[in-house]
């Protein structure tokens, strides 16, 4: 079993930044791939960043040259990088992370004003 631990979210203004992060803990498992998901009202969750074991990285193309995921795996954390914010960028965001098994974060509001 894993439990996920999401923080960082808030309230920003558009062009500003914000650090997402997700700490993973629990035993006996293997990370394969950490990943950002978002959920806007009305719509379905999209990805927005993954990562996979190795460091290669897979941006949504709305995402790209604002946000960077990174992970540090000595803490099993994912960041997500977040900056240039634009108002379309509010939603929930989700921490992923695939063992075995597919974890959810509980999510974290992220809400840029115009």
């Known amino acids: 079993q894993v439990q996920l631990v999401e923080s960082g979210g808030g309230l920003v203004q558009a062009g500003g930044s914000l650090r997402l992060s997700c700490a993973a803990s629990?035993?006996?498992?293997?990370?394969?791939?950490l990943g950002w998901y978002r959920q806007a009202p009305g719509k379905q969750r999209e990805m927005v960043a993954t990562i996979l074991g190795g460091g290669g990285t897979n941006y949504a193309d709305s995402v790209k040259g604002r946000f960077t995921i990174s992970r540090d795996n000595a803490k099993n954390t994912v960041y997500l990088q977040m900056n240039n914010l634009k108002p379309e960028d509010t939603a929930v965001y989700y921490c992923?992370?695939?063992?075995?098994?597919?974890?959810w974060g509980q999510g974290t509001q992220v809400t840029v004003s115009s």
């Open positions: 629990g035993s006996g498992f293997t990370i394969y791939r």
């Open positions: 992923n992370v695939l063992t075995n098994v597919q974890y």
